[in-house]
C-alpha cells in the first residue's frame, strides 16, 4: 500500500497497468491524446506486482472488475477506466490536469 | 326457430334412454337418471321411444306435438358435433324462463332433469354438478313448458302442456316438491356461474397468448433484421437465452421511447412551458438510463449479440461502435438542431465533442489490440500444431486447450470495452443535457429518436424491396409495396 502511495505521489499522472491488460492500453491512449505523459508502472513486470494488485483492489472497493489500470492525478486516486471517461466527458478531467501541471494550455 | 329446435332437441335427449346413450357414445353416469352431454346424436326416428320408468305418456304427446313441426329439423339436430358447445345460445334463456314458470311444476322423472342440468353446463363443469343430478327433478318440465311457450306456432300446444302436466300429476304441490325445485334452481344457477366463471378464464387466457405472441412476434420481427429473409428462424433458434431476454425487452423499450417522442413532439409544438417540459425532458433521460441498464445486463449475459449488432435494424448495423451508437456522430447530427446557441453552450458543445472523440479513439485503440492479441493467441494454436505433432498428440490438445483457455480470457475483455463504450454514450447524453437548455435539450432527444426511427424504417423499406432479379415481372408491384411498407411502418415515419 505505501508502494502505491508512494509511486502515485512521484509523478502529476501515475498509471498502474499491466502489459497484457487492454484497457490499460486505452487509458494510456486517453492520455496521451490530450497531450499527457504519465508514469506508468506495469505491475506484471515489477517483483512486487502481486501485493501491488491486492493493495490496488482494497482501495477500489468490490465493485471494480479489475485493479487495472487504476489512475492518480496529483497523488490522489482518481479511479479506473469508467471514472476518467466520466471526467472526461463532464469536462472535469482538463482542469484536474491542469491543477496537477500535467498540462498546460 | 332457435327455440323450436332446441325444445326439440330437449325432448331428444330425454327420450333416450341409457343404452341409446350409449349406442351413441355419450357419456353414461352411474346414477339411476341419465347424464346426456350436450351435442345431440342418433335421435331416435321413432316417437315412440320413451324412457319408461315413469310411465311418460306425457313426453309421448308432447313429442308428437313437436314432430309434427320439426321433423325437417333433424337433419339439423344429427349433425350437430359433441364438441364442447360454450357459447350455446339457448341455455342462458333458461335462466329467465325459469324464474318465470315456476307456476306449474310436475314431481316427474328425473333423467330430463340431467339433460338440463347438463344442457346448460359443459362437460368440464357438469362433472361437478353430477351429484346434483337426484334432487334436479321438475325443472325440464318447467323448462319444455316456459320454451315451447316461447315457441309461436305452438302456443296452443304449449297451454295444451301445461294442462297436461297438472292434469297429469294429479299431487298438489307440496313442501317437500317445493323444496326440491328450490334445490334445483340453486344447482342450475351454480352451475351457471361456474360456467361464466370458467369462460372467463378461457378469455383471459386467450388475450394473454396474444399478448404473448405479439411478443414473440416482435422480438422475431428484431430476428427478421438480421440480414435479410430467411435468417430468422435459424436465427432466433441460435440465440442465447440473454439476447432473446434482451431482444424482447428493447422491444419493449422502443415502444415506450415511441410514446415518449410523440408526447415531447406534442409539447415542443404547443410550446409548453418550461417547467412542464423539463418533466418530459427528463423522464426520457431515465428511460434512456434504463436502456443502458438492459444493455449492462446483456452485455454479461452474451456480449456477441450486442457487438455484433444482431439486435439493430441492417442500417443502424452499419452505423454500429462496440454495440451501439459512437457519441461523436450522434453530436454531429443534433448540433442542427440546437441553433441559436449562446457561445457558452456553443463551447460546451464543442468541447463535449472534442472529449467523446478521444474516449472513442482510446477505446477504439485498445479493442484493437485486443482483437490483434486475441487473433495472435488463435493463430498460435495452429503454429504449434507442427512442432508439437512429434511429442505426442496429449501435449498438443493440452498446448491447444491452454490457448483456447487465453482466448476465452481476452473476450472476457470484450465485454469490458463494451460496459465501457455504453458509460460513454450515458455520460455524453447526460453531459449534453447540462449544458443545453430545456427547449433545445427537447429538441436534440427528439432529433435523436426521430433519427433511429428513420433508419429503421430504411431498414424495413431495404428488406422489402422488390428484387427484380428474383421475381417475374407480374408479381408484385413495386410502388405496392412499398407503399404497404410505408402504411405499415407510420408510427415510425412520422418525421419523414
Redesign the interface.
Known sequence: METIEKLAAENAVVIFSMS????????K??FA??GVSPAIHELDEDPRGKDMELALTSLLGPST??PVPTVFIGGKLIGS??TV??L????S?VPLLMEAGALWL | MNGQAEVEACCEEMRTDNHRVGETGLSNSATSSQTLPYGIHGISPSPTNFFDHEGSSYFGELEEALMQGVVDRKVFLTTRPPTLEIFPSWPMRFQQTSKNSQSAESTDSGSALNTISQLESDSPVSRKTSPDQSTEQPVPHMMIMSRTGEAENHQPKSQEKRRLISERDGRPLDAKTLRRLAQNREAAKKSRLRKKAYVQQLENSRVKLAQIELDLHRARSQGLFLGGVGASASASATMSSGAAVFDIEYARWLDENLKHMMELRNALQTHLCDNDLRIIVDECLVHYDEFFRLKGIATKADVFHLITGMWVTPAERCFLWLGGFKPSELLKIITSQLDPMTEQQLI?IC??QQ??E??E???T???D??QQ?LAETVANGCLCETTINNVGNNVYMAHINNQMAIALE?LD?LQ??V??AD??RQ??L??MR?ILTIRQAGRCLLAIGEYYGRLRALSSLWATRPRENLFTEESACPATTDLQIFHHQVPHFSAF
Not at chain 1, 88 to 91: L, R
Open positions: 497484457s491488460c487492454c484497457m490499460c492500453h486505452a487509458v491512449r486517453l491524446g490530450m472488475a479489475s477506466m469508467d471517461m466520466a472526461h466527458i463532464n469536462g478531467l | 460546451g468541447s463535449l472529449s467523446s478521444q474516449a479513439e482510446a477505446l485503440q485498445g479493442h489490440q485486443l492479441s481476452k475483455n469490458s470495452f460496459l465501457q458509460n460513454l455520460q455524453t447526460h453531459q447540462r
